[in-house]
């Protein structure tokens, strides 16, 4: 499974957003530092959840990290968050 | 507490910004860094830059510390505030002004308006 489709199917699996959007911007960044030639180094999420209701910022970015798991978070080297209810 | 985080704990509580990043706030080494560092620049902030790069423990540490996965990092009175996306939406909504105006701490806020204008 590319990292798209499993950021994809964790997000969605733990959060039931209404809308999700997953973007490899990785060809954006080719050749800039953190680009290790995997093409799967630079991502956004926009994502929208009920589940936001009431939390910070800071609250919904952990949600998110915590919904990935360590791992596929330390494993990207750039992951932009676009979080809202 | 490791060294490091100990370290790190009187660098927030002992400056009342700080910025932990890629690179320095003069030459920032990533993107995202460059992002919040121009920001924190243009409004005129007076605050310490910790440069991640030259330092692996503290590269490291810092993430425990905040329980936060990315650089850059800031925080404000010792106060964790959030990350680029973080920093760039409070610039943006006029948070981050209220954020400074209540701790008393000093920027530009035409600055910060013009910012808010070329994003609108």
Redesign the interface.
């Given at each position: 499974m590319s990292k798209s489709a499993e950021i994809h199917k964790r997000l969605s699996d733990a959060l039931a957003p209404t809308t999700i959007d997953v973007r490899n911007d990785s060809s954006r960044?080719s050749g800039?530092?953190?680009d290790d030639g995997s093409g799967e180094s630079h991502f956004h999420v926009m994502l929208r959840s009920p589940a936001f209701e009431g939390k910070t910022?800071?609250a919904r970015?952990?949600m998110v990290?915590q919904a990935m798991g360590?791992e596929l978070?330390?494993s990207i080297h750039?992951?932009?968050?676009?979080l809202d209810v | 507490m490791t060294d490091a985080k100990t370290k790190i704990d009187e660098t927030v509580k002992a400056n009342d910004i700080v910025l932990y990043m890629?690179g320095t706030k003069e030459m920032p080494?990533?993107?995202?860094s460059s992002r919040v560092a121009g920001v924190m620049n243009y409004m005129g902030l007076d605050y310490t830059d910790v440069n991640v790069l030259a330092d692996e423990e503290i590269r490291q540490g810092i993430k425990e510390y905040s329980?936060?996965?990315?650089i850059p990092q800031l925080y404000i009175k010792g106060e964790?505030v959030?990350?680029?996306?973080?920093i760039t939406?409070?610039t943006l909504s006029g948070e981050l002004d209220q954020l400074l105006d209540d701790n008393g701490l000093a920027y530009n806020k035409e600055a910060a308006d013009k910012i808010r204008e070329a994003n609108a």
């Open positions: 960044h800039h530092s953190g910022r800071i970015h952990r990290h360590a978070v330390t750039a992951l932009s968050l676009d | 890629k080494q990533c993107g995202f329980d936060w996965p990315t964790f959030g990350g680029c996306d973080i939406e409070m």
